[in-house]
């Protein structure tokens, strides 16, 4: 189909962005890569006055660090991502999730800050992000606000970005040296998750220190699994370990049903994914 009519801007800074979605009121949209947003578009699920394009502000592309963080623009694409040697040496749990999204073509046009703010609960990279304590950095006309990734994924496709505000970056804490893995299931390749588990820890000697899980497609927003967490510290990785741990899996979660699978179906993937992960994580 063909979208519904709507004006086209492409701002060459962030302030004149805000701008010109405050001026487009509710009925605005923004387009980063386009991945979610066109299909929609051309179906007429949505028809925006306005449509904004990022893509002519170069300063959401760049990715950088200081001490304690890898800072990702908003409009850095998923290839850009995955191949960073900041984010592989810091967040590499952030590049092996970015792998699995979608196909290469998808990957060289579509943003990670597009995908976090579309919300999408089989999206691979709110887990991932959530697991690593992620910061949400959103800019509006009252200035700029950081939102921890905890209180950023609200609802299915809602987020903590309010109306006449743009997300311009994310910060991730990082975790060198850790070992990381995400793992998907899905019915078909370059699909989205029916179910995905994103892990990293910090292991001392053998024995795991800290640790972070977050669950995709297992609920309507992504789910930090603190009861595996839990089960985790303190031991030595192995097999019975990840196993006892992963029956901690289904705390908190509340799985869909639809065409992809069944609820219990997704129950019994989460178990079986997170000890999977934890293993792969663990080496």
Do not use: C
């Amino acid at each position: 189909m063909i979208p519904a009519k709507f004006d086209y801007v492409r701002p060459g800074s962030v302030d004149e962005a805000v701008q010109a979605l405050q001026q487009g009121g509710e009925d605005a949209k923004i387009l980063a890569g386009g991945q979610s947003l066109l299909p929609v578009l051309r179906l007429r699920m949505a028809a925006p006055s306005v449509v904004i394009d990022l893509g002519g502000i170069p300063e959401l592309r760049r990715i950088g660090e200081d001490d304690q963080y890898v800072m990702v623009g908003a409009m850095a694409t998923h290839h850009e991502v995955m191949r960073n040697d900041l984010v592989k040496a810091h967040v590499e749990l952030i590049a092996q999730a970015t792998e699995t999204v979608a196909d290469p073509q998808v990957r060289h046009r579509g943003t990670l800050g597009g995908a976090l703010a579309h919300a999408d609960p089989a999206g691979d990279l709110g887990a991932a992000a959530l697991a690593l304590d992620a910061e949400f950095v959103i800019l509006g006309s009252g200035g700029t606000r950081l939102v921890p990734a905890a209180e950023f994924f609200q609802d299915y496709f809602t987020t903590a970005i309010g109306e006449g505000e743009i997300l311009t970056m994310v910060r991730f804490p990082k975790r060198s040296g850790w070992k990381t893995h995400y793992e998907k299931f899905n019915r078909v390749a370059q699909a989205w998750s029916m179910v995905a588990v994103a892990v990293a820890l910090k292991v001392d000697g053998g024995t795991i220190s800290e640790a972070r899980v977050g669950l995709t497609n297992m609920g309507n927003v992504p789910i930090r699994a603190t009861g595996v967490e839990r089960a985790l510290v303190g031991q030595q990785a192995g097999p019975d370990v990840a196993k006892a741990a992963a029956e901690h899996a289904l705390e908190g979660t509340s799985a869909p049903s639809d065409a992809d699978a069944a609820s219990d179906y997704r129950e019994h993937l989460a178990k079986v994914l997170t000890g999977r992960a934890v293993l792969a994580a663990a080496g």
